[in-house]
């Protein structure tokens, strides 16, 4: 089992910056892949970033191409998502995600991601 959690979040205006952290335990050697995913209020949950564990390979969402920074820190066991140039879509509850099956590539379904983190909200103000 891994345990995931999710800290950083908070209110920020919009144009500015945000880091979130996730921490994880547990069965850290069973890792695969890592992700933030994010969902607002009446909306599905999406897909936001992805990471291999190992490799560094990621991924993005087009929403948030070169506004968002997926890393992580393997001494640490953390995944971190820094966020810059905040709109007000980009408001709502983001999860971390860990999966532990391989994959060539960073999946952005949340079905393929097996653990889960409690969230941790973003709020964006205009």
């Keep these: 089992q891994v345990q995931l959690v999710e800290s950083g979040g908070g209110v920020v205006q919009a144009g500015g910056s945000l880091r979130?952290?996730?921490?994880?335990?547990?069965?850290?050697?069973?890792?695969?892949a890592m992700g933030w995913f994010r969902q607002a209020p009446g909306a599905e949950r999406e897909?936001?970033?992805?990471?291999d564990w190992s490799g560094g390979r990621t991924g993005y969402a087009d929403s948030v191409k070169g506004r968002f920074t997926i890393s992580r820190d393997n001494a640490k066991n953390t995944l971190y998502l820094h966020m810059s140039s905040l709109k007000p879509e980009?408001?709502?509850?983001?999860?971390?995600?860990?999966?532990?099956?391989?994959?060539?590539i960073i999946m952005s379904s949340e079905s393929?991601?097996?653990?889960?983190?409690?969230?941790?909200?973003?709020?964006?103000a205009s």
Aim: charged share 5%; proline share 0%; aromatic share 18%.
């Design 20 to 32: 979130l952290s996730c921490a994880a335990s547990g069965s850290i050697f069973s890792i695969n």
């Design 47 to 51: 897909f936001v970033a992805g990471i």
């Design 90 to 104: 980009d408001a709502a509850v983001y999860y971390c995600a860990a999966r532990a099956r391989y994959s060539s």
């Design 112 to 124: 393929q991601y097996a653990y889960w983190g409690q969230g941790t909200q973003v709020t964006v």
